[in-house]
T-cell receptor, first 114, second 115 residues
Framework: AQSVTQLGSHVSVSEGALVLLRCNYS??????LFWYVQYPNQGLQLLLK??????LVKGINGFEAEFKKSETSFHLTKPSAHMSDAAEYFC????????????FGTGTRLTIIP | GAGVSQSPSNKVTEKGKDVELRCDPI?????LYWYRQSLGQGLEFLIY????????KSGLPSDRFSAERTGGSVSTLTIQRTQQEDSAVYLC?????????????FGPGTRLTVT
């Protein structure tokens, strides 16, 4: 079975400050990992993905994440927060064969303080 | 190109009625998924279609839920005899399912309210 844990259901950062959203995974097989963002009343938008290539993954909107197998982590970061980053962020895991259904974390709501 | 589209965007129905939710995946994507997003349960997998293979229905919460995918493209999720606990946002996603490309692209969702 696979699972992800997102630490912190709510995170607030000041505009211009570092954004760090935490995700830890559990998987019995090599995982594929994803971060999605959801703006109010919209679907999920893919931010970035890890599929066993480079461990440091760059995504859209200046976000990046690093896969650390030793820590079973895939934390999302952005050097400088922007007001438009306010949204809910979901970490998700899947396996690389069979039914690749996504198993999501519970989400982290990011608030940007002006 | 066009993304995943879903219709209707909102649906209000009375308890006990049947509803149909539609999903148009991205052209050429062989994998199609349905998920449900609710306050109490978060994001849950419902059903998975891959090409002409039998669907994986392991996430369907009850036999009142069913889905089909016609011609490997459009999919319809049907909920019979709706209950208030079915109220949620139903999300459809499609993916290319290629080596190294397991990402899924989501539609805007259908918000279902059962009164």
């Amino acid at each position: 079975a696979q699972s992800v844990t997102q630490l912190g259901s709510h995170v607030s950062v000041s505009e211009g400050a570092l954004v760090l959203l935490r995700c830890n995974y559990s998987s019995s097989v090599p995982p594929y990992l994803f971060w999605y963002v959801q703006y109010p009343n919209q679907g999920l938008q893919l931010l970035l993905k890890y599929t066993s290539a480079a461990t440091l993954v760059k995504g859209i909107n200046g976000f990046e994440a690093e896969f650390k197998k030793s820590e079973t982590s895939f934390h999302l970061t952005k050097p400088s927060a922007h007001m438009s980053d306010a949204a809910e962020y979901f970490c998700a895991v899947t396996k690389n064969f069979g039914n690749e259904k996504l198993t999501f974390g519970t989400g982290t709501r990011l608030t940007i303080i002006p | 190109g066009a993304g995943v589209s879903q219709s209707p965007s909102n649906k209000v129905t009375e308890k006990g009625k049947d509803v149909e939710l539609r999903c148009d995946p991205i052209s050429g994507h062989t994998a199609l998924y349905w998920y449900r997003q609710s306050l109490g349960q978060g994001l849950e997998f419902l059903i998975y279609f891959q090409g002409n293979s039998a669907p994986d229905k392991s996430g369907l919460p009850s036999d009142r839920f069913s889905a089909e995918r016609t011609g490997g493209s459009v999919s319809t999720l049907t909920i019979q005899r709706t209950q208030q606990e079915d109220s949620a946002v139903y999300l459809c996603a499609s993916g290319p399912r290629l080596a190294g490309a397991r990402e899924q692209y989501f539609g805007p969702g259908t918000r279902l309210t059962v009164t």
